[in-house]
C-alpha cells in the first residue's frame, strides 16, 4: 500500500529554499503555488527564498511578479525580499527598475 505525504509549511518551505540553491524556479514558483492551494499562507521566507531562485535564474519579470503579489496581498515585505527583487533586476539588466525597488524601500519604511 502506497502512504501518503501531506505537505506542510516546513516541508514546502525546505523544498522552496533547496529549490533556491539548485536554481530551479519553476519547481519553487510551482511549491508556492501549492501552498496558496491548500490554503497554506506563504510566508515572507516562503516568498524570498522562491524571489531569489527566479533571480539567481535570470527570470527577473518571474521574481518581481511575485515580489508584486505579496505586496498587492499586504505582505510584510523586509529587506531581504527588496534585495531579491533589486538582485533579479541586475541579473536581468533592468537597473531603472531596481531604482524603483530601492525608492520602494523608503516609501515602505523598510532599511536598505
Do not use: Y
Amino acid at each position: 500500500a502506497r502512504s501518503e505525504v501531506k505537505s506542510d509549511k516546513i516541508t514546502l518551505n525546505a523544498a522552496i529554499s533547496a529549490c533556491e540553491k539548485h536554481g530551479m524556479w519553476m519547481n519553487a514558483l510551482q511549491f508556492v503555488s501549492v501552498m496558496r492551494q491548500s490554503e497554506l499562507k506563504p510566508t515572507i521566507v516562503t516568498v524570498n527564498a522562491a524571489i531569489s531562485a527566479c533571480g539567481k535564474s535570470g527570470e527577473w519579470m518571474k521574481a518581481l511578479q511575485l515580489f508584486s503579489a505579496m505586496a498587492h496581498d499586504q505582505a510584510e515585505l523586509d529587506t531581504i525580499t527588496f534585495s531579491a527583487a533589486i538582485s533579479a533586476c541586475e541579473k536581468g539588466n533592468v537597473w531603472w527598475k531596481a531604482v524603483q525597488l530601492l525608492g520602494g524601500m523608503t516609501e515602505n519604511k523598510v532599511e536598505p
